[in-house]
């Protein structure tokens, strides 16, 4: 009797060491080891607006998902990419445009006076982000006339980062687009003659000071 309790025993053990197993194997491990994540069915073109069909949720190794990555499509459905995204790729806050020309709490937009602008790429087009460079003006080098000019060389860092292009206008305040409706950059309906940044009062009171301090900027984006 005794033999074949312990046989009992043992085929229990095993079968619960199976089970186990199996059960780790198909819920535990799937519910434990992983996180939803939303990704792109599709790629996705910059300024592209995100509809239903063009993201998905995916489960992902908690290992292999990316730092912050959006975890509900109903935080990104109709908003704007901020950058292109390729197909199967994780989609996290950086690539999305929650605010695009709706400035935040602490925002607003502001036009750029065309005599603060030294110079601006002729592709640069809204909700661009750009980098601001202070470049030495004439009023800086032959400043109180001086019969030596001063030397000021433009700096090599940008006094802002990352600031939004709300809008890129030409001379008749019309926005400037590619001529040909298209995405690419290849021409323009017209050069940009007016711009208008999203940024804060003190970012702003950075251009405003640097220029009162005789330079003019240059505006550049990647």
């Known amino acids: 009797m005794k033999k074949y309790i312990h046989l009992f025993i043992a085929f229990s053990l095993i079968a619960s060491s199976v089970g186990l197993i199996v059960f780790w194997e198909t819920y535990l491990d799937d519910t434990i ?90 592709s640069l087009r809204r909700k661009d982000r750009v980098f601001v460079y202070p470049i030495p003006d004439d009023r800086l080098i032959h400043r109180n006339n001086q019969q030596t000019p001063l030397i000021v060389h433009a700096a090599s860092e940008p006094i802002l980062k990352e600031i939004v292009v709300a809008f890129a206008k030409d001379s008749a305040n019309q926005e400037v687009k590619p001529a040909s409706n298209s995405d690419k950059r290849i ?36």
Do not use: C
């Not at 489960?59 to 959006?70: G, L």
């Not at 704007?80 to 690539?95: D, L, R």
């Not at 021409?187 to 007016?194: L, V, W």
């Open 187 to 222: 021409d323009a309906t017209g050069s940009i003659n007016n711009l208008e940044l999203v940024m804060t009062e003190e970012q702003y009171n950075v251009l405003e000071t640097a220029f009162l301090k005789g330079f003019k900027f240059n505006f550049a984006y990647k």
């Open 33 to 122: 080891n992983t996180i939803s994540v939303v990704v792109a069915a599709k790629n996705l073109e910059k300024n592209h607006v995100i509809n239903v069909s063009d993201v998905k949720i995916e489960k992902v190794k908690i290992e292999h998902a990316v730092e912050k990555p959006i975890i509900n499509t109903r935080d990104i459905i109709g908003k704007e990419t901020a950058q292109y995204i390729p197909k199967g790729n994780q989609i996290v806050s950086e690539m999305v445009d929650y605010y695009g020309l709706e400035p935040n709490k602490n925002q607003l937009i502001y036009p750029i006076p065309r005599e603060w602008i030294y110079s601006s790429p002729g």
